[in-house]
């Protein structure tokens, strides 16, 4: 979700030390927004994340609220326009972005951590977090583009599948709305309702501030005070409600011209906080969240060549969030290929992994964990995560013993426990043959 591009003089540089352990610290700032920091010296540089408790749970009545409301922030600030906040961050090699997704919004800085060059992309960055103008304008063509997007979606069984899926797995819950929202809300919207929305919840007590870079704490301190200093205090966005578990199936079924069907089948899943997190997380891989190596890619692909790919993942979120399968397979297929993905993840229920593919899982998720936070962006990324979610602070620490911890008992606990197949969506897109066939 954040920005990932390095600018010149990074890219020149060809090694990084590994750090896997990351130390955080972390304090509030005067009015009330959290702080993590991380010291890394290596590189002559600052990555800085200023997370809000904003995402799209929490657009009411308008869904697109908050992604709008995002994508505005950098069209005019103080008394610049949208080419002057660019050339500004350009000017001194600096890299900005903001998104929004269901449950937060993300402002990004990369930056070098020469003084002159960092002043002034934190001088502007700082005007773009607490001074917005929202010009009208740049509103008009940005909602035309969200609108021109939405239109596009019904070109997509892909965008259709994940739409129908979470508006029934969810009905009336803040979730069940796509980020973009819908062409008949999204056409509502307002610059008025945009301010509101950012008066409401771009607030120093609805903000976690990420700084990782080569700076010491001092400064990393005063980084986040000038951030901070041009916004309200506010409150803390209210708790999300709870969310309603499917009671039996259900089943979706969406015509569309093509010569495949996409398929989604889930339930609501978990939470990032959940206890369960990790024997569903190391189960899931073994089942279909390792790619080629996964027992429904070995099932539906490599047994019976149903599909080129298929992929279940839980997503974690501030409540609990979907634990989804998919595919994609031809349309004469669909019935066999469903069937199976069933019939693979009820054998899973039941018996769980082998001692052999949790061996192998392990292996491949802490084998591969040192990548994950090779990088400045990368750390500040998961202390985004850490702060926003109220995670440990030795989540990174801990994380690799709590995966070798797992044992093929936990795996079939949780899955039984928490994993109901008859009880699942399923959304099915496809069924039509291609009009140009």
Known sequence: MFAKKLFLIVTLLVSWPVLASPDIQHWQTDNGAKVLFVNA??????????????????????????????????????DMNADEIATAFAKVGAKFSASSERDMA????????????????????????????????????????????????????????????????YGKHPYSEMPAGQPETVSKITVADLKRFYQQYYVSQNAVVVIVGAVDKSKANDIAETLMSGLEQGEPAPAIAEVQSLTESALVSISYPSSQTTILVGQTGISRDDPDYFPLYVGNHILGGSGLVSQLSDEIREKRGLTYGVYSYFRPMQKQGPYQLGLQTRNDQTQEALSVLKQTLNTFIENGPTEQEITAAKQNITGGFALRVDSNNKIADYL??????????????????????????????????????????????????EQNE
């Open 41 to 78: 010296p290596e590189l002559p540089m600052v990555d800085i994340n200023v997370v809000f408790n904003a995402g799209a749970a929490r657009d009411g009545d308008l869904p697109g609220t908050a992604r709008l409301t995002s994508a505005m922030l950098d069209e005019g600030a103080a």
């Open 106 to 169: 993300v402002l990004s800085l990369r930056s070098l951590t020469e003084e002159q060059a960092f002043t002034d992309a934190l001088d502007v960055f700082t005007e773009v977090l607490s001074s917005p103008s929202f010009p009208q304008d740049s509103f008009l063509r940005i909602q035309q583009q969200l609108l021109t997007g939405l239109q596009a979606e019904k070109q997509s069984p892909s965008a259709m599948a994940s739409r129908a899926f979470y508006a029934n797995l």
């Open 384 to 433: 985004s995560m850490i702060g926003f979610y109220n995670l440990p602070l030795d989540y990174l620490d801990s994380f690799n013993d709590k995966v070798k911890a797992v044992t093929v008992a936990d795996i079939k606990d949780a899955f039984k426990r928490r994993i109901h197949a008859d009880k699942m969506l399923t959304v099915l897109v496809g069924g039509e043959t």
